[in-house]
T-cell receptor
Framework: AQSVTQLGSHVSVSEGALVLLRCNYS??????LFWYVQYPNQGLQLLLK??????LVKGINGFEAEFKKSETSFHLTKPSAHMSDAAEYFC???????????FGQGTELSVKP | ETGVTQTPRHLVMGMTNKKSLKCEQH?????MYWYKQSAKKPLELMFV???????ENNSVPSRFSPECPNSSHLFLHLHTLQPEDSALYLC?????????????FGQGTRLTVV
């Protein structure tokens, strides 16, 4: 069975500071990994995805994530936080079956001025 | 425009009512999903449909009844719900078995059971 653990249900950073949201996964097969963002009262929007190509994946809005098999991690980073980055972020894993996503608990990101 | 449209966006219903949530996707996908998002809880996968066939039901109570008449439409029929069923219900679609394509989500239906 696959699972995802997001460390920290809430992360707070100052505007301009580094954003680091942690995600660890468990999968018996090579995983496909995703980061989604959710703004209040909205659906989920894909930020980026890892599908066994490059281990460093760049996404929208300046976010990127690095797949580290040895650490079973897929942490999300952004060099400089912006106020508009405040939202909830979800890490998800799927297998070769395609599309059925298993989500982590979510991390709420707050950005202080 | 996400390509996945859910209606209604908000719904308030009594415990004895019957209502339906609708989801439509214009992405040519073959798989559709219902997720439940409750406050302080992880997203819960409820149902999975591939090529109109239900392939997964994650022990969802029978008061939730899904229907997938074709690959573009998905419904969730609701009856005799409980207050704890109040949540954001999200529909998603993806390519399905052919690949690891990401899921595209609708805006969700905010359901309140009174």
């Amino acid at each position: 069975a696959q699972s995802v653990t997001q460390l920290g249900s809430h992360v707070s950073v100052s505007e301009g500071a580094l954003v680091l949201l942690r995600c660890n996964y468990s999968s018996s097969v090579p995983p496909y990994l995703f980061w989604y963002v959710q703004y209040p009262n909205q659906g989920l929007q894909l930020l980026l995805k890892y599908t066994s190509a490059a281990t460093l994946v760049k996404g929208i809005n300046g976010f990127e994530a690095e797949f580290k098999k040895s650490e079973t991690s897929f942490h999300l980073t952004k060099p400089s936080a912006h106020m508009s980055d405040a939202a909830e972020y979800f890490c998800a894993v799927s297998d070769y079956q395609g599309g059925k996503l298993i989500f982590g608990q979510g991390t709420e990101l707050s950005v202080k001025p | 425009e996400t390509g996945v449209t859910q209606t209604p966006r908000h719904l308030v219903m009594g415990m004895t009512n019957k209502k339906s949530l609708k989801c439509e996707q214009h992405l040519g996908h073959n798989a559709m999903y219902w997720y439940k998002q409750s406050a302080k809880k992880p997203l819960e996968l409820m149902f999975v449909y591939n090529f109109k066939e239900q392939t997964e039901n994650n022990s969802v109570p029978s008061r939730f009844s899904p229907e997938c008449p074709n690959s573009s439409h998905l419904f969730l029929h609701l009856h005799t719900l409980q207050p704890e069923d109040s949540a954001l219900y999200l529909c998603a679609s993806s390519q399905g078995y052919r690949g690891p394509g990401e899921a595209f989500f609708g805006q969700g239906t905010r359901l309140t059971v009174v």
